[in-house]
């Protein structure tokens, strides 16, 4: 099992930037995959960006140009920076970390952090 706790979301104006943090409970050293995805108002939850443990990266294609997702293994911790934000990122971003236990996989989600791009 794994607590995720998502923060760095808030308001911001159109071509601004945030830094969202996902820090986990413990060691995401065998967490192969983590996450981001976000969902907007009336919307369904949508994958945002996932990096590997090796480092590789997969992003949704209108964010890949603007988002870039890293982790930090030492710390626990994955990051989303958000650049050139633009009011259709209006979403609650949620930090994702599907684990492999018991023979099945398990999501786990943090509680999402809200993010208001608006002027």
């Known amino acids: 099992q794994v607590q995720l706790v998502e923060s760095g979301g808030g308001l911001v104006q159109p071509g601004g930037s945030l830094r969202l943090s996902c820090a986990a409970s413990?060691?995401?050293?065998?967490?192969?995959?983590m996450g981001w995805y976000r969902q907007a108002p009336g919307k369904e939850r949508e994958l945002v960006a996932t990096i590997t443990i090796g480092g590789r990266t997969n992003y949704a294609d209108s964010m890949k140009d603007r988002f870039t997702i890293s982790r930090d293994n030492a710390k626990n911790t994955v990051y989303l920076q958000m650049n050139s934000l633009k009011p259709e990122d209006t979403a609650v971003y949620y930090c994702?970390?599907?684990?492999?236990?018991?023979?099945?996989?398990?999501?786990?989600w943090g509680q999402g952090t809200p993010v208001t791009v608006s002027s």
């Open positions: 413990r060691s995401i050293f065998t967490i192969n995959t």
């Open positions: 994702n970390a599907p684990i492999y236990s018991n023979y099945k996989w398990t999501d786990y």
